[in-house]
């Protein structure tokens, strides 16, 4: 969850500079059409260049939201200190634009660093103001003046934000906790039976079609035994990942105990070997895999459908019990039709 939630603040992000550079760009462009507001056209062009390459850097895959967020105040404070050093430059007057300017640097420097860090930002940046309202031909000590209280009341907003900030990540690592298994980061078996709740009701027009699959690593007690239990959670992990890998976007994987998975296979086809094809295909891709002292790992697995029973515990009970009869069988297969009662089948250990 805190990973989405980061994704959708970068989004923000990457949306608001999209924003100022579209802003940016009609400005030069209508600075440039005005012979008397040429001096103001490079420091526009220059705000462009900025402004893209701040776009750019939100949209790099793999920079962590944190130092985009730093970035961002770093550009903006280097932005706000050309145009400032422009006026100083040339004495022009100081305009409602460069106090504006200040203020987002304010906004986003107590929004995105630290209080210490973002104070000291902007106290430099207001006495780099104040300094050139003085050498402005045009002074506008009023508007300089006024900045200030406003600096202060972003300070305390920000603060504020921050409390909010830090109790709702706090809400979305307890979050995290209760719904995701904390080895392998998919659905905990808690949550799954949540998810396979909403779906069985969703599917309750056309049962046939809403699967689940329950998978278990052959032979895991004697994986743990050779290669000890960091081993075995290495494989866990590399199971994990790989059915995540290769089921199809709509299905669920969930972590259901121990060496044992849990696959919602949603939108299958009508017939049975539907559901059979795709469960083939997770155990292909764990043939496949590569461990570091493991020669080879399986698994075996069951599947039912949400028609062949009544009730979810059911449906979970038969394909727990066809999980065991491939395990009777000889392991590394699946089993998608079979005994409907446990005394029916021959019982493998579940290992």
């Known amino acids: 969850m805190m990973r989405r939630s980061d994704d959708r603040e970068r989004w923000m992000i990457v949306g608001l500079a999209l924003l100022v550079e579209v802003i940016q760009i009609l400005l030069a462009v209508l600075l440039s059409l005005d012979p008397q507001q040429h001096a103001r056209v490079r420091p526009a062009e220059f705000g462009v260049g900025i402004g893209l390459a701040f776009v750019l850097l939100a949209l790099w895959p793999g920079l962590q939201l944190q130092v985009v967020r730093q970035a961002g105040v770093g550009i903006l404070l280097l932005w706000f200190g050309m145009n400032t050093l422009h006026v100083i430059i040339t004495h022009r007057a100081i305009t409602s634009g460069l106090l504006l300017h200040l203020v987002l640097v304010a906004l986003f420097a107590f929004t995105w660093t630290p209080a210490r860090w973002a104070t000291g930002l902007i106290t430099a940046a207001y006495a780099l103001l104040i300094g050139a309202n003085t050498v402005s031909q045009t002074q506008d000590p009023v508007g300089v003046i006024l900045i200030g209280p406003v600096l202060l009341l972003i300070w305390y907003l920000a603060q504020h934000g921050w409390t909010i900030r830090t109790e709702r990540r706090r809400l979305e ?33 056309d049962p046939q079609r809403l699967a689940v699959v329950m998978l278990d690593l052959d032979h895991f007690k004697a994986i743990n035994d050779a290669g000890g239990h960091d081993h075995g959670d290495a494989i866990l992990k590399a199971i994990a990942a790989t059915l995540m890998a290769t089921v199809r976007h709509q299905d669920v994987v969930i972590r ?14 009508h017939e049975p070997g539907d559901a059979q094809h ?24 069951g599947i039912a459908t949400l028609k062949e029973s009544r009730s979810l515990k059911g449906v979970i009970a038969l394909a727990d019990l066809r999980l065991y009869e491939a395990k009777a069988s000889g392991r590394d297969r699946t089993v998608s039709v079979g005994p409907q009662r446990p005394e029916h089948v021959v019982l493998a250990p579940p290992s």
């Open 173 to 205: 690592e307890l979050t995290d906790i209760a719904y995701l298994d904390p080895l392998t980061g998919l659905l905990n078996r808690r949550s799954g039976w949540m998810r396979l709740a909403e779906l069985a009701d969703a599917w309750q027009s």
């Open 278 to 301: 795709i469960t083939e295909r997770l155990l292909e891709a764990v043939r496949t895999l590569q461990l570091p002292g493991t020669v080879k790992v399986t698994m075996s697995a």
């Open 256 to 269: 259901w105990g121990g060496e044992e998975f849990l696959v919602i296979l949603v939108s299958t086809g």
